[in-house]
């Protein structure tokens, strides 16, 4: 009967943190996730109070969006947006806006203390749903009381989607 509860002992030594541990980094990477989500909605929504909600620095003149890619003649091009040209540029788009960011696939997170980082391969389409580009989104996020999203880099490209896995 000793032996048993020594073995029991140890397990629970030794395992029992790790098992603490996991369904802790899966709690955490849930509210990620979560954050993620209503990013992405509240962008499909023109909701712009709800995209602030969900960033680490709200503020007008902050450099929260970053993009670069490939056009389809093979020239890089790349910009940046502080929040307010952002939200300016996203209340001035046509109604197509809702096709684009929501078939992400491939979602990866990293996670690290009170960091993580998200990337999701996305499709965006066109009003005749036909695939008008594709790419990666990756997202930063620092956790204060909440997630929240410190910076987002979309790299798009035109062309060569089915390639890299995106059809």
């Known amino acids: 009967m000793t032996i048993i509860k020594t073995i029991v002992i140890l397990f629970l030594a030794f395992y029992s943190p790790q098992l603490y541990a996991q369904s802790t980094a899966n709690a955490q990477q849930m509210q990620v996730i979560k954050t993620f989500n209503s990013f992405f909605e509240a962008v499909k929504a023109r ?43 996203l209340s001035s788009q046509e109604g197509n806006l809702q ?7 491939d979602v990866s997170i990293e996670m690290f203390d009170r960091y993580a980082i998200v990337s999701a391969k996305y499709k965006c389409f066109n009003s005749d749903s036909q695939l008008d580009n594709c790419g990666k989104y990756t997202l930063r ?27």
């Open 47 to 89: 909701d712009t109070v709800e995209i602030k909600k969900n960033l680490l620095y709200p503020y007008g003149t902050n450099q929260v969006f970053h993009q670069s890619g490939f056009n389809e003649s093979g020239e890089l091009w790349a910009s940046q947006m502080t929040l307010q040209g952002f939200l300016q540029t």
């Open 99 to 105: 096709h684009c960011n929501k078939n992400f696939e």
């Open 141 to 167: 996020f620092i956790k204060n009381q909440q997630w929240k999203i410190e910076q987002v880099y979309r790299y798009a490209i035109k062309d060569n989607c089915s390639q890299l896995g995106l059809k």
